[in-house]
């Protein structure tokens, strides 16, 4: 089983999104059952909020489903539970290593990372494009599928 944990600021656009759009890939490719995947924020400041309403709507009209979410906060166990903790930006992947009390196993990315670029997914709260957030975390999760089914 293979444990992905999506993090960003507030836990109700970007991470979220990409719960979203990993589960939707990985059922597309038949491989629930190889696959926990979850979100969290590195702040507190959403904690119990459902997915953004902008989230929402970009998700259904690209014909994803939302998984069902309440925004949680990063701990430092989710370090020791998950395989893959994957930030949206430089400021998220500062604020995991500081939850998890480091990276000692390697285990933080930016989802960037895995689209072959570096740079921060945009914050929908700020920009109001979830169109453009859509397109990166959908990149960055086609290039994580690809590379977590690599390694299977």
Same mark, same amino acid.
């Given at each position: 089983?293979?444990?992905?944990?999506?993090?960003?600021?507030?836990?109700?656009?970007?991470?979220?999104?990409? %719960?979203?759009?990993?589960?939707? *890939?990985?059922? %597309?490719?038949?491989?629930?059952?190889?696959?926990?995947?979850?979100?969290?924020?590195?702040?507190?400041?959403?904690?119990?909020?459902?997915?953004?309403?902008?989230?929402?709507?970009?998700?259904?009209?690209?014909?994803? !489903?939302?998984? !069902?979410?309440?925004?949680?906060?990063?701990?430092?166990?989710?370090?020791?539970?998950?395989?893959?903790?994957?930030?949206?930006?430089?400021?998220?992947?500062?604020?995991?290593?500081?939850?998890?009390?480091?990276? !000692?196993?390697?285990?933080?990315?930016?989802?960037?990372?895995?689209?072959?670029?570096?740079?921060?997914?945009?914050? !929908?709260? =700020?920009?109001?494009?979830?169109?453009?957030? =859509?397109?990166?975390?959908?990149?960055?999760?086609?290039?994580?599928? %690809?590379? *977590?089914?690599?390694?299977?």
């Amino acid at each position: 089983m293979i444990k992905v944990l999506f993090i960003c600021h507030g836990n109700i656009c970007r991470s979220t999104m990409a %719960q979203s759009v990993l589960t939707y *890939l990985v059922n %597309q490719h038949g491989l629930s059952d190889c696959f926990t995947i979850a979100s969290a924020a590195t702040s507190r400041e959403e904690i119990g909020n459902p997915p953004h309403y902008g989230t929402v709507n970009k998700l259904r009209k690209a014909g994803i !489903p939302v998984v !069902p979410h309440r925004a949680v906060q990063m701990t430092a166990r989710d370090y020791k539970e998950y395989d893959y903790l994957i930030g949206m930006d430089s400021a998220n992947i500062r604020n995991m290593t500081r939850i998890a009390g480091g990276d !000692p196993e390697g285990k933080i990315y930016k989802l960037t990372a895995f689209a072959g670029r570096s740079g921060d997914i945009a914050d !929908p709260w =700020y920009t109001g494009d979830f169109d453009e957030t =859509y397109d990166d975390v959908m990149a960055g999760c086609q290039g994580l599928l %690809q590379y *977590l089914m690599e390694r299977m």
